[in-house]
């Protein structure tokens, strides 16, 4: 299920937006994936139905469009949609399998989101460490002037 919207403002950016609504296990995923001007970024988002309808993609647009985490944005060259010769397409295809294969772009950046969360995550918990570790040495501290007051 695709769902493909294109805008141009005024102060002449191009906006492309896409949804793709597929099938991954046991749950339905919705991959939101926008380009601003040259500046591509995408979000994944598990959708909580079974098939979901068109009226419960676009009611769930209009609800959650707006708190949407997009990955960091990856700059490169616009994504024109031509269509491209089946021959032509398939070996194209061919050459990806065979060759190195590092991902489309929206798995590319998906990756590049998990890996930030995943620095946050390791900078926060060090940071917890550091302070629990801090706390007890002050209690160790006190402890020990508490032991020579009287003295």
Not at 7 to 18: F, I, L, R, T
Not at 33 to 53: A, G
Not at 71 to 89: F, H, L, W
Request: aromatic residues 10%; hydrophobic residues 30%.
């Amino acid at each position: 299920m695709y769902f493909t919207i294109h805008k141009e403002e005024q102060d002449m950016k191009k906006v492309s937006e896409k949804l793709t609504i597929f099938f991954e296990g046991p749950f339905w995923v919705g991959l939101f994936e926008q380009t601003i001007d040259d500046r591509y970024e995408v979000c994944r988002v598990v959708l909580n139905t079974s098939e979901p309808k068109d009226y419960e993609v676009y009611e769930y647009l209009q609800k959650n469009y707006y708190s949407l985490k997009f990955s960091p944005a990856i700059c490169g060259e616009v994504i024109s949609e031509k269509k491209i010769n089946p021959k032509r397409m398939q070996r194209k295809i061919k050459r990806e399998v065979q060759g190195n294969f590092i991902g489309t772009k929206a798995q590319q950046a998906l990756k590049l989101q998990h890996e930030q969360i995943k620095k946050e995550k390791k900078i926060a918990r060090k940071e917890r460490v550091e302070a629990e570790k801090e706390r007890k040495r002050e209690i160790h501290i006190l402890k020990k002037k508490e032991k020579h007051k009287g003295h």
